[in-house]
């Protein structure tokens, strides 16, 4: 596996400025942990390519999961927010967030396409549909198999991260709970910790 040139520090993960007790996941089971700065500087400095610095750099930007991550259109990334639709029980739900600074670096970075999914996945030379979960996984397994102390991280741990750190920046479980989509902070608070 190839790695990207390192170029990150932990101001990169830095979540004071956003608006508005880690358990470890082993075989997919128990909760994921989240990630401090320095750990995610290590993931990040690991990674393959800018397309999965960018995937998981809008995960924890946005507190977003992993699916939903992966299935955006390019459309979504509007020129100050990222256009996040989730389908509950037939009925879509929208989350607006902003692109904070951090989160522009890597978009701009990503030779993205000029339509479609914004992560596509090709089959016989033709976009298809977008990269996999599974996709996602595999990558993830390679930067610890890399970097064995993020050992117990998963791809939920950047929306669990997301929600750790702007506890720790001072903002609220309710501020939180509306970046996440939750609609009660019983449901954040298992994030945070």
């Known amino acids: 596996m190839k790695i990207a040139p390192k170029m990150f520090t932990t101001a990169n993960f830095d979540l004071s400025e956003t608006v508005a007790a880690p358990a470890r996941k082993k075989d997919g089971k128990g909760q994921a942990r989240h990630l401090g700065e320095e750990e995610l500087v290590t993931f990040f400095n690991h990674l393959p390519d800018k397309k ?47 692109i904070q600074p951090q989160l522009q670096t890597f978009l701009d970075t990503y030779d993205a396409p000029e339509s479609g999914y914004l992560f596509p996945a090709y089959q016989n030379s033709q976009r298809k549909t977008h990269v996999s979960r599974q996709a996602a996984h595999k990558v993830l397994k390679e930067v610890i198999d890399a970097a064995p102390e993020l050992d117990g991280i998963s791809t939920h741990s950047f929306r669990r991260s997301f929600a750790t750190n702007l506890q720790k920046a001072g903002k609220s479980a309710a501020e939180i709970s509306r970046f996440l989509g939750h609609k009660s902070t019983t449901m954040t608070a298992r994030y945070i910790g």
């Open 52 to 98: 999965w610095q960018c995937v998981f750099a809008i995960a924890y930007f946005t507190g977003s999961r992993i699916s939903e991550v992966l299935s955006l259109d390019v459309s979504a990334i509007q020129c100050d927010r990222v256009v996040i639709t989730v389908l509950k029980a037939r009925k879509p739900m929208t989350r607006e967030i902003a």
